[in-house]
């Protein structure tokens, strides 16, 4: 079954609202999670570091304000679109790493839509 | 900064036969991994294969194995006896040692023909 799991699978706000996403890893703890965003028939796009008790690490290009990310514990963080825009709409993605297995897993994924 | 590029948007080939997705990767590093990760319709990444910069023996996985050459930085994956369930779009992948950020190449999409 799935180790790490994205809530909610699919959402629709309203231009202007915020929407948050969560990424939960279910049985091991991650002090660092990854927030990817994937348009369409193209790759996953790096947009974040999300480090368990301090602040998110955001690749370039990526804006702060707008993508809130927290990670308050070690086996959640969350990722606020704030202000959201129709070009907003993308699918999000985030992994985890389990150290015991050293293995990376990836949740389900979010689809985001703003209308 | 390390690049993940694959030179094919989009293969097709029959049910059976063998196909080879092709990657290559820039990086100045000498310890790092490489991945190919599988994506169908369901958008649910999968790990295929996994391969360490250090070990020169090519990884395999039933079906699935690469021709993993460093000095060249090249690391293909070949499908075996393709199936119709291997249709999805295949990402090439890297990741330094000590990090867990993994970069993504392009990918290609795969159609398998029945």
């Known amino acids: 079954g799935a180790v790490v799991s994205q809530h909610p699978s699919w959402v629709i706000c309203k231009s202007g609202t915020s929407v948050k996403i969560e990424c939960r890893s279910l049985?091991?703890?991650?002090?660092?999670m990854f927030w990817y965003r994937q348009f369409p028939k193209q790759s996953l796009m790096l947009m974040a570091t999300?480090?368990?008790?301090?602040?998110?690490?955001?690749e370039q290009g990526v804006e702060k304000d707008k993508f809130l990310i927290n990670h308050a514990s070690l086996t959640l963080s969350t990722l606020t679109v704030t202000s959201a825009h129709p070009e907003d709409s993308s699918f999000y993605i985030c992994?985890?790493?389990?150290?015991?297995?050293?293995?990376?897993?990836f949740g389900e994924g979010s689809w985001l839509t703003v209308v | 900064a390390q690049t993940v590029t694959q030179s094919q948007p989009e293969m097709s080939v029959q049910e059976a036969e063998t196909v080879t997705l092709s990657c290559t990767y820039d990086t100045s590093e000498n310890n790092y991994y490489l991945f190919w990760y599988k994506q169908p319709p369901s958008r649910q990444m999968i790990l295929v294969i996994r391969q360490e910069a250090y070990k020169q023996q090519n990884a395999t996985e039933n079906r699935f194995s690469v021709n993993f050459q460093k000095a060249a930085k090249s690391f293909s994956l070949k499908i075996s006896d393709s199936q119709l369930g291997d249709t999805a779009m295949y990402f090439c992948a890297f990741m330094k040692h000590r990090d867990d950020k993994i970069i993504f190449g392009k990918g290609t999409r795969l159609h398998i023909l029945p």
């Open positions: 049985d091991f703890q991650a002090t660092t």
């Open positions: 992994s985890a790493t389990s150290y015991s297995g050293n293995t990376i897993y």
């Open positions: 999300s480090n368990e008790g301090s602040k998110a690490t955001y």
